[in-house]
């Protein structure tokens, strides 16, 4: 099946540092890709979709300035968490449509989990 | 608008014995229903999914599920736990704008 990266997989920072997370879709091109947030134990949250040449859609709360999103291939998508705060740590997840497994299914990344200082 | 409700948040089976996870979804549109597996502090794996073909979809490692629209259910299960179960699994619904809803998940454990 279709392969989908995430760099990095864990990330430690200090609080109001900005972290970058890549998203890739290593055999396929994916014009839409998905960010997702995951608390322990908890479901997936979509926080943004991910249009290659276009601005990212935004779920509602989702703050745009905070979780900056850049999808400049179509290979590669870059989640970038600004100044970021303690209440930003959690497992950020992304996903990848592969058009030729059928429009719905998405790919997933393993994560990157993220813990702020 | 879409949703999914899974039934059970944990369960419980012997190595060799039946699992069964429940899921129900509610749709405006015709829906596409997944089942995911994710493994602890990893990323998430498609079991199988369902897409309008036949009701009845198997999937990876022995998973099945049966869509039944007149129930809106979309259970999944497997005939014979294996330990590597172990696991959490999402019930997924889609609809025409590609966003995926997620269930809140059902933890699987299996005992030797």
């Known amino acids: 099946g279709a392969v989908v990266s995430q760099h990095p997989s864990r990330v430690i920072c200090k609080s109001g540092t900005s972290v970058k997370i890549e998203c890739r879709s290593l055999?396929?091109?994916?014009?839409?890709m998905f960010w997702y947030r995951q608390f322990p134990k908890k479901s997936l949250m979509l926080m943004a979709t991910?249009?290659?040449?276009?601005?990212?859609?935004?779920e509602q709360g989702v703050e745009k300035d905070k979780f900056l999103i850049n999808h400049a291939s179509l290979t590669l998508s870059t989640l970038t968490v600004t100044s970021a705060h303690p209440e930003d740590s959690s497992f950020y997840i992304c996903?990848?449509?592969?058009?030729?497994?059928?429009?719905?299914?998405?790919?997933f990344g393993p994560g990157t989990r993220l813990l702020v200082l | 608008a879409q949703s999914v409700t899974q039934l059970d948040s944990h369960v419980s089976v012997s190595e060799g014995t039946p699992v069964l996870l429940r899921c129900n979804y509610s749709?405006?549109?015709?829906?596409?229903l997944f089942w995911y597996v994710q493994h602890p502090n990893k990323g998430l794996q498609l079991l199988l999914k369902?897409?309008?073909?036949?009701?009845l979809v198997k999937g990876i490692n022995g998973f099945e599920a049966e869509f039944k629209k007149s129930e809106t259910s979309f259970h999944l299960t497997k005939p014979s736990a294996h330990m590597s179960d172990a696991a959490e699994y999402f019930c997924?619904?889609?609809?025409?704008?590609?966003?995926?809803?997620f269930g809140a998940g059902t933890t699987v454990t299996v005992r030797a």
């Open positions: 996903s990848a449509r592969d058009p030729a497994s059928g429009r719905e299914t998405q790919y």
């Open positions: 055999d396929f091109q994916a014009t839409t």
């Open positions: 991910s249009n290659e040449g276009s601005k990212a859609t935004y």
């Open positions: 749709s405006s549109y015709s829906p596409s």
């Open positions: 369902y897409t309008s073909a036949a009701t």
């Open positions: 997924v619904v889609t609809s025409n704008d590609y966003k995926l809803s």
